[in-house]
């Protein structure tokens, strides 16, 4: 690094919890050493959706512990007094509306694409919300995903030939709803190319995620000819996935595209693994975790290697891997806050990396999800499992808690 570029350390809890009240933080910690107790995590994971849909009166709790923590309100009008306040640190936001796997069939599908247009709408109003985040699985059947998945397995050629093939081989009331998913998509990603914002696609199950990858791209190659609208997610938890980068990448060269690139380790390991096992298939999932990190920082190589066609979005609590990005890109002597690359942290974690990262010029923001309790359980479950090993992200948390407690104290 030069003498004059900025130096950057995670280290700092002052910008890191400048924005949280010392009663916020103690509140944090307190939830934070709740989650470290595996045994605790492991029945509240399993006993919170169950009370949710029997209608028990644990909304009140839910709210007033984890759902503060990670999630940014009920509605689009209590996140955006979260987003503004972001704003004042220069941390942007990433609108997540919580909706996953909706099974309020058609109709709900049609709601959440008009949620959708709405955040879109909304933070085109905003200085700092440049992007939001879509799940396929809010807007189309999962058992279709699924079954587009499987055949494309079954057939050769390349993502988008399997893709079309298979499309072409459903029932045609099945074609009929997979017309509908697709005109979702096209009418998120209309609006978002009007409106100058960026649309996130989750990566979700790899059961559903070839026909997510193949809707994706094509999305790409129709809005991002001039700038980059749509991302895709890529988690390098996949042993396949490293190859799928590149392989995106040529597909935008010989289309004349350009690869909206979020990446990602990936969220459903557990799930994934135990799949793999009981279905009896070869797991999808890296050996260890050295293998994630290893394929997740070459990914960033490849992607500030060839970032005048790559929009890249570094997804990640990884401070090594944070840290790395900004070193490829000094490297190569480019700026910290080149209009491709874009960092950002889920609401409720590592905002040493966030603040941090903002503190050293870089466009950083924070993921914030929000909509009604019921609808963003199973983020908050992932959320909960994620925190619950006391060496790993929970240990993280509350050393730095504890030690802008003690800064503040002191
Ligand atoms: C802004 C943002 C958006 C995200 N969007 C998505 C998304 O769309 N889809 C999605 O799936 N996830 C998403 N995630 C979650 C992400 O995939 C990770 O689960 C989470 O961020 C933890 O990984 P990490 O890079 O932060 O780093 P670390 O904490 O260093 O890594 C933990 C991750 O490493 C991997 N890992 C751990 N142990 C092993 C092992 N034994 N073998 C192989 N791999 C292992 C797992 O992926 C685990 O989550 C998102 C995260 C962020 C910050």
Same mark, same amino acid.
């Given at each position: 690094?030069?003498?004059?570029?900025?130096?950057?350390?995670?280290?700092?809890?002052?910008?890191?919890?400048?924005?949280?009240?010392?009663?916020?933080?103690?509140?944090?910690?307190?939830?934070?050493?709740?989650? @470290?107790?595996?045994?605790?995590?492991?029945?509240?994971?399993?006993?919170?959706?169950?009370?949710?849909?029997? @209608?028990?009166?644990? $909304?009140?709790?839910? $709210?007033?512990?984890?759902?503060?923590?990670?999630?940014?309100?009920?509605?689009?009008?209590?996140?955006?007094?979260?987003?503004?306040?972001?704003?004042?640190?220069?941390?942007?936001?990433?609108?997540?509306?919580?909706?996953?796997?909706?099974?309020?069939?058609?109709?709900?599908?049609?709601?959440?694409?008009?949620?959708?247009?709405?955040? &879109?709408?909304?933070?085109?109003?905003?200085?700092?919300?440049?992007?939001?985040?879509?799940?396929?699985? !809010?807007?189309?059947?999962?058992?279709?995903?699924?079954?587009?998945? /499987?055949?494309?397995?079954?057939?050769?050629?390349?993502?988008?030939?399997?893709?079309?093939? /298979?499309?072409?081989?459903?029932?045609?009331?099945?074609?009929?709803?997979?017309?509908?998913? $697709?005109?979702?998509?096209?009418?998120?990603?209309?609006?978002?190319?009007?409106?100058?914002?960026?649309?996130?696609?989750?990566?979700?199950?790899?059961?559903?995620?070839?026909?997510?990858?193949?809707?994706?791209?094509?999305?790409?190659?129709?809005?991002?000819?001039?700038?980059?609208?749509?991302?895709?997610?890529?988690? =390098?938890?996949?042993?396949?996935?490293?190859?799928?980068?590149?392989?995106?990448?040529?597909?935008?060269?010989?289309?004349?595209? &350009?690869? @909206?690139?979020?990446?990602?380790?990936?969220?459903?390991?557990?799930?994934?693994?135990?799949?793999?096992? *009981?279905?009896?298939?070869?797991?999808? &999932?890296?050996?260890?975790?050295?293998?994630?990190?290893?394929?997740?920082?070459?990914?960033?190589?490849?992607?500030?290697?060839?970032?005048?066609?790559?929009?890249?979005?570094?997804?990640?609590?990884?401070?090594?891997?944070?840290?790395?990005?900004?070193?490829?890109?000094?490297?190569? @002597?480019?700026?910290?806050?080149?209009?491709?690359? =874009?960092?950002?942290?889920?609401?409720?974690? %590592?905002?040493?990396?966030?603040?941090?990262?903002?503190?050293?010029?870089? %466009?950083?923001?924070?993921?914030?999800?929000? !909509?009604?309790?019921?609808?963003?359980?199973?983020?908050?479950? $992932?959320?909960?499992?994620?925190?619950?090993?006391?060496? !790993?992200?929970?240990?993280?948390?509350?050393?730095?808690?504890?030690? *802008?407690?003690?800064?503040?104290?002191?």
């Amino acid at each position: 690094m030069s003498n004059t570029e900025p130096v950057i350390s995670f280290d700092n809890t002052e910008f890191a919890f400048e924005y949280k009240t010392s009663k916020q933080l103690k509140k944090a910690s307190f939830l934070f050493s709740l989650m @470290g107790k595996p045994w605790l995590v492991k029945i509240g994971t399993r006993l919170t959706p169950w009370s949710i849909k029997a @209608g028990l009166p644990v $909304r009140r709790i839910i $709210r007033n512990t984890i759902f503060q923590q990670f999630v940014g309100g009920e509605t689009l009008a209590e996140t955006s007094i979260v987003a503004k306040k972001l704003g004042g640190y220069n941390v942007k936001a990433i609108l997540d509306y919580g909706v996953e796997g909706g099974d309020d069939g058609e109709h709900g599908f049609d709601h959440a694409t008009e949620e959708f247009i709405r955040v &879109i709408e909304y933070a085109s109003t905003q200085p700092n919300i440049p992007f939001m985040s879509i799940k396929v699985t !809010g807007f189309a059947r999962f058992a279709l995903l699924e079954k587009l998945d /499987s055949m494309m397995h079954a057939s050769e050629g390349t993502l988008m030939k399997r893709f079309l093939k /298979s499309v072409d081989e459903l029932t045609a009331e099945e074609k009929e709803e997979w017309h509908k998913v $697709r005109h979702r998509m096209m009418r998120i990603c209309e609006t978002a190319a009007e409106k100058k914002i960026g649309v996130l696609v989750d990566a979700e199950e790899t059961w559903i995620q070839d026909p997510v990858d193949a809707l994706t791209i094509l999305m790409m190659d129709t809005f991002n000819k001039n700038r980059c609208v749509v991302y895709n997610t890529i988690q =390098h938890y996949r042993h396949d996935r490293l190859k799928f980068l590149k392989d995106s990448y040529a597909a935008a060269e010989e289309r004349d595209f &350009i690869l @909206g690139a979020k990446l990602v380790r990936g969220a459903y390991m557990e799930k994934e693994r135990k799949r793999a096992e *009981e279905k009896n298939y070869p797991s999808p &999932i890296q050996p260890d975790k050295q293998s994630s990190d290893r394929d997740y920082n070459a990914g960033l190589e490849f992607c500030v290697d060839n970032l005048q066609r790559i929009g890249l979005i570094v997804a990640s609590h990884n401070e090594y891997s944070n840290l790395y990005a900004t070193e490829l890109l000094l490297k190569k @002597g480019l700026s910290l806050n080149h209009p491709h690359i =874009h960092w950002s942290q889920l609401y409720g974690m %590592s905002d040493n990396i966030t603040f941090n990262l903002a503190h050293a010029g870089c %466009s950083v923001s924070k993921y914030l999800p929000f !909509g009604p309790i019921k609808d963003v359980i199973p983020y908050l479950m $992932r959320r909960a499992q994620e925190n619950t090993s006391v060496k !790993g992200q929970t240990g993280r948390e509350l050393g730095l808690i504890k030690k *802008e407690l003690q800064r503040r104290a002191g």
